[in-house]
Protein backbone atom coordinates (compact mmCIF):
# COMPACT_ATOMS: atom_id res chain seq x y z
CA UNK A 1 0.00 0.00 0.00
CA UNK A 2 1.33 3.46 -1.13
CA UNK A 3 1.86 6.25 1.68
CA UNK A 4 -0.03 9.90 1.11
CA UNK A 5 2.23 12.81 1.60
CA UNK A 6 0.20 15.66 2.48
CA UNK A 7 1.28 18.94 0.64
CA UNK A 8 1.84 21.05 3.71
CA UNK A 9 4.43 18.21 4.67
CA UNK A 10 6.41 19.18 1.81
CA UNK A 11 9.65 20.72 2.92
CA UNK A 12 10.38 24.13 1.60
CA UNK A 13 14.04 25.18 -0.19
CA UNK A 14 14.94 28.25 1.32
CA UNK A 15 16.62 30.61 -0.86
CA UNK A 16 16.48 33.50 1.50
CA UNK A 17 16.16 33.67 5.24
CA UNK A 18 15.29 37.30 6.89
CA UNK A 19 18.20 38.68 7.25
CA UNK A 20 19.46 37.94 4.00
CA UNK A 21 16.29 39.33 2.32
CA UNK A 22 17.36 42.78 4.00
CA UNK A 23 20.71 42.67 2.80
CA UNK A 24 19.79 42.27 -0.41
CA UNK A 25 16.91 45.13 -0.43
CA UNK A 26 19.72 47.05 1.36
CA UNK A 27 21.86 46.84 -1.41
CA UNK A 28 19.43 47.56 -3.82
CA UNK A 29 18.35 50.67 -2.43
CA UNK A 30 21.63 51.65 -3.00
CA UNK A 31 21.60 50.89 -6.24
CA UNK A 32 18.55 52.94 -7.04
CA UNK A 33 20.02 55.51 -5.33
CA UNK A 34 23.73 55.25 -7.38
CA UNK A 35 21.73 55.08 -10.28
CA UNK A 36 19.23 58.87 -9.27
CA UNK A 37 22.01 60.37 -8.15
CA UNK A 38 20.65 63.92 -9.90
CA UNK A 39 16.79 63.05 -8.67
CA UNK A 40 15.28 64.89 -5.99
CA UNK A 41 12.08 62.46 -5.72
CA UNK A 42 11.26 59.10 -6.83
CA UNK A 43 8.12 57.49 -6.74
CA UNK A 44 8.19 53.84 -5.67
CA UNK A 45 5.19 51.59 -6.97
CA UNK A 46 4.68 48.31 -5.57
CA UNK A 47 2.81 45.64 -6.85
CA UNK A 48 0.09 44.59 -4.47
CA UNK A 49 0.57 43.05 -1.24
CA UNK A 50 4.46 41.49 -0.97
CA UNK A 51 5.61 44.09 -3.84
CA UNK A 52 4.27 46.51 -1.77
CA UNK A 53 6.16 45.48 1.46
CA UNK A 54 9.49 44.98 -0.40
CA UNK A 55 8.52 48.92 -1.85
CA UNK A 56 8.52 49.97 1.76
CA UNK A 57 11.45 48.42 3.30
CA UNK A 58 13.16 50.01 0.08
CA UNK A 59 11.86 53.20 0.89
CA UNK A 60 12.38 53.14 4.66
CA UNK A 61 16.28 52.06 3.75
CA UNK A 62 16.37 54.77 0.96
CA UNK A 63 15.55 57.58 3.66
CA UNK A 64 17.87 56.19 6.13
CA UNK A 65 20.87 56.37 3.07
CA UNK A 66 19.85 59.27 0.93
CA UNK A 67 18.34 62.90 0.83
CA UNK A 68 16.08 61.70 -1.94
CA UNK A 69 12.36 61.95 -1.32
CA UNK A 70 10.23 58.90 -2.34
CA UNK A 71 6.38 59.05 -2.33
CA UNK A 72 4.95 55.24 -2.39
CA UNK A 73 2.16 54.38 -4.54
CA UNK A 74 0.56 50.59 -4.75
CA UNK A 75 -0.34 48.70 -8.42
CA UNK A 76 -3.40 46.58 -7.89
CA UNK A 77 -4.08 44.06 -10.58
CA UNK A 78 -4.93 40.36 -10.78
CA UNK A 79 -1.48 38.45 -12.06
CA UNK A 80 -3.04 35.74 -13.73
CA UNK A 81 -5.36 37.95 -16.01
CA UNK A 82 -4.18 41.49 -15.86
CA UNK A 83 -7.20 43.55 -17.51
CA UNK A 84 -7.17 46.07 -14.92
CA UNK A 85 -4.97 47.91 -13.90
CA UNK A 86 -5.43 50.17 -10.60
CA UNK A 87 -3.21 52.52 -9.13
CA UNK A 88 -4.02 53.86 -5.21
CA UNK A 89 -3.27 57.30 -6.38
CA UNK A 90 -3.46 59.15 -9.33
CA UNK A 91 -0.84 61.58 -10.08
CA UNK A 92 0.99 63.65 -12.87
CA UNK A 93 3.67 60.77 -13.36
CA UNK A 94 5.22 63.07 -16.47
CA UNK A 95 9.20 63.68 -15.45
CA UNK A 96 8.91 61.38 -12.73
CA UNK A 97 11.12 58.64 -11.92
CA UNK A 98 9.04 55.24 -11.58
CA UNK A 99 10.17 52.10 -10.15
CA UNK A 100 8.22 49.19 -10.56
CA UNK A 101 8.71 46.77 -7.36
CA UNK A 102 7.41 43.23 -7.18
CA UNK A 103 8.65 39.76 -4.79
CA UNK A 104 9.03 37.82 -7.54
CA UNK A 105 9.93 38.11 -11.29
CA UNK A 106 8.51 35.02 -13.14
CA UNK A 107 7.88 35.48 -16.88
CA UNK A 108 8.02 38.93 -16.59
CA UNK A 109 3.98 39.65 -17.30
CA UNK A 110 2.99 41.30 -14.00
CA UNK A 111 5.78 43.87 -14.50
CA UNK A 112 4.34 44.65 -17.88
CA UNK A 113 0.74 45.07 -17.49
CA UNK A 114 2.00 47.00 -14.30
CA UNK A 115 3.23 49.22 -16.69
CA UNK A 116 0.09 50.24 -18.49
CA UNK A 117 -1.40 53.55 -16.11
CA UNK A 118 2.34 54.91 -16.51
CA UNK A 119 2.43 54.89 -20.21
CA UNK A 120 -0.55 57.59 -20.21
CA UNK A 121 2.02 60.15 -18.94
CA UNK A 122 5.73 60.98 -20.54
CA UNK A 123 7.94 59.76 -17.43
CA UNK A 124 11.62 60.77 -17.15
CA UNK A 125 12.24 56.69 -16.81
CA UNK A 126 10.92 53.77 -15.55
CA UNK A 127 12.69 51.08 -13.77
CA UNK A 128 12.04 48.04 -12.13
CA UNK A 129 13.10 46.28 -8.85
CA UNK A 130 12.32 42.72 -7.36
CA UNK A 131 13.56 40.82 -4.91
CA UNK A 132 13.79 37.23 -6.61
CA UNK A 133 14.15 37.16 -10.31
CA UNK A 134 13.86 33.92 -12.19
CA UNK A 135 15.24 33.20 -15.53
CA UNK A 136 12.11 32.60 -17.74
CA UNK A 137 11.20 35.94 -19.35
CA UNK A 138 8.71 35.65 -21.85
CA UNK A 139 7.86 39.25 -22.05
CA UNK A 140 9.95 41.76 -22.92
CA UNK A 141 10.66 43.40 -19.76
CA UNK A 142 14.24 42.75 -17.75
CA UNK A 143 14.54 44.00 -13.47
CA UNK A 144 16.72 46.78 -13.45
CA UNK A 145 17.21 45.71 -9.38
CA UNK A 146 17.55 41.71 -8.59
CA UNK A 147 18.02 41.05 -5.13
CA UNK A 148 18.59 37.32 -6.13
CA UNK A 149 18.85 35.80 -10.25
CA UNK A 150 18.09 32.41 -9.76
CA UNK A 151 17.85 29.81 -12.54
CA UNK A 152 14.71 27.29 -12.07
CA UNK A 153 12.84 24.51 -13.70
CA UNK A 154 8.84 25.93 -15.15
CA UNK A 155 7.77 23.82 -12.65
CA UNK A 156 9.18 25.17 -9.40
CA UNK A 157 7.76 28.22 -8.07
CA UNK A 158 9.09 30.71 -5.76
CA UNK A 159 7.22 32.23 -2.75
CA UNK A 160 8.08 34.81 -1.09
CA UNK A 161 6.64 35.28 3.21
CA UNK A 162 5.76 38.21 4.54
CA UNK A 163 5.13 39.00 7.95
CA UNK A 164 3.70 42.52 8.70
CA UNK A 165 5.88 44.73 7.20
CA UNK A 166 9.22 42.16 7.67
CA UNK A 167 9.95 39.92 4.28
CA UNK A 168 10.99 36.93 6.60
CA UNK A 169 12.35 34.55 3.40
CA UNK A 170 11.53 32.89 -0.01
CA UNK A 171 11.73 29.88 -0.70
CA UNK A 172 10.86 27.20 -3.66
CA UNK A 173 8.45 24.30 -4.45
Not at 28 to 34: C, F, R, S, T
Not at 50 to 55: I, L, N, P, R
Not at 74 to 88: A, C
Request: proline share 3%; net charge negative; aromatic share 6%.
Amino acid sequence: MGQFVCMSTIEKKYILDQSLAEQKMRRMALEVIENNLDEKELILAGIRESGTVVARNIQKMIAELSPIKTELITISLDKRQPREIVLSRSIDFTNKVIIVIDDVANSGKTLLYSLKPFLEYHPKKIQSLVLVERSHNSFPVHSDYAGLSIATTLQEHIYVEVDGEKITGAYMQ
